[in-house]
C-alpha cells in the first residue's frame, strides 16, 4: 500500500510539472520577432531599408568596395520608373533617404533575400556571443524565408476581415482601409482631406492593424517573397482591393511591390 501511494505521488508530482513548465518564449532573445509556435518565430514587420543598409554596409566592409558581394547586395531601384507613375525620386532617394529608413525593402530578387536570411542568421550568432546572450538563446536555430503555409496561418484571421472598417471598429478607426491596397484604378491615395488609406505608395512597416500575432502588413503595402523558388504572396500598395487573393504568384525578378520577411526556425535539441 506504502508502494502504492509513494508511486501516487510520484505520477502527480510529474503532472504538476508538466503542467507548470512554461515553454521558452525567445522574442527577446532573437530581435525583431514573435512568437508563432515552440519551433517557429515570425519577424514582426516587412525588413527595412535600413536592415538593408546594414547588410550593403557589412559586405562592404568585409569584401571590398570592388567586391562581387558587394555589389551583388543592391537593390534594383530602377524598379520605380516600370510602376506607370511619376516615381523617378524614389529612384534616388528610396532607399538611402533617412525618411524611408523604416519603409519595407523593394528591388530585391529572391535570392538577395534569401543570401540575406542566411547573412542574418550568422550575424545574430555573433551578436549573441558579443552581448553574452548566447546561453538565452535556443540552441539552434536559422533565419530563412517563410513556407506558404506558414504564411497561411498569418493570414487566417487578417482574411476575415472587411476591406474597410466599420461599426465593429472602433470610432476613431471607421471609415479607414484596413490594408495599404489600391482603393481603385484611379485613386493611388485617398480621398482629399481624408487619406483614409494613408499611404501613395508603400508605408512604414509598423503602419495599419497588426494580425493576432502582432505581426504586420501580412496583406498589402508590398507581397513577400516565399521559401519556394521565385514565389510571392500578399498583395502589395499597387493591388486593387477587389482583384486581391491569397494566391501564391510565381514571379521572377525584382519589382517596387515585392519584398520579404523572416521567420526564425528553432531547435531545442540537435537534429
Known amino acids: 500500500m506504502t508502494s502504492l501511494r509513494n508511486y501516487t505521488l510520484f505520477v502527480v508530482v510529474i503532472l504538476l510539472f508538466s503542467f507548470n513548465k512554461k515553454e521558452p518564449d525567445y522574442s527577446k532573445t532573437l530581435p525583431g520577432v514573435v512568437k508563432i509556435t515552440d519551433y517557429l518565430y515570425y519577424d514582426q514587420t516587412e525588413a527595412t531599408n535600413f536592415w538593408w543598409r546594414e547588410y550593403i554596409e557589412w559586405n562592404k566592409k568585409t ?20 510602376t506607370g507613375t511619376y516615381n523617378q525620386p524614389y529612384v534616388r532617394y528610396y532607399l538611402d533617404h533617412p525618411a524611408y529608413a523604416q519603409y519595407p525593402v523593394v528591388g530585391i530578387t529572391w535570392k538577395q533575400a534569401n543570401d540575406f536570411c542566411t547573412w542574418r542568421s550568422l550575424r545574430a550568432m555573433d551578436e549573441l556571443k558579443e552581448s553574452s546572450k548566447i546561453e538565452k538563446a535556443p540552441k539552434y536555430f536559422t533565419y530563412r524565408l517563410p513556407t506558404y503555409a ?28 484596413r490594408f495599404n491596397m489600391k482603393r481603385n484604378v484611379e485613386d493611388m491615395k485617398g480621398q ?3 487619406l483614409n488609406d494613408n499611404a501613395d505608395v508603400t508605408a512604414p512597416v509598423k503602419s495599419y492593424w497588426p494580425n493576432q500575432y502582432d505581426v504586420y502588413n501580412i496583406k498589402g503595402n508590398v ?14 500598395w499597387n493591388t486593387l482591393n477587389t482583384e ?25 535539441e540537435a537534429p
Open 150 to 177: 506558414e504564411w497561411k496561418m498569418m493570414y487566417e484571421d487578417v482574411g476575415k476581415l472587411s476591406i474597410v472598417i466599420g461599426e465593429e471598429g472602433k470610432k476613431a478607426n471607421r471609415g479607414m482601409h
Open 223 to 236: 507581397s513577400e517573397w516565399m521559401l519556394e523558388e521565385n514565389t510571392h504572396v500578399g498583395g502589395a
Open 192 to 194: 482629399a482631406g481624408s
Open 244 to 268: 486581391f487573393n491569397s494566391d501564391a504568384v510565381k514571379f521572377e525578378g525584382t519589382s517596387a511591390a515585392i519584398g520579404f520577411r523572416c521567420v526564425c526556425e528553432v531547435i531545442e
Open 63 to 82: 569584401y571590398g568596395e570592388n567586391s562581387v558581394e558587394y555589389k551583388a547586395a543592391f537593390p534594383d531601384t530602377n524598379v520605380w520608373i516600370q
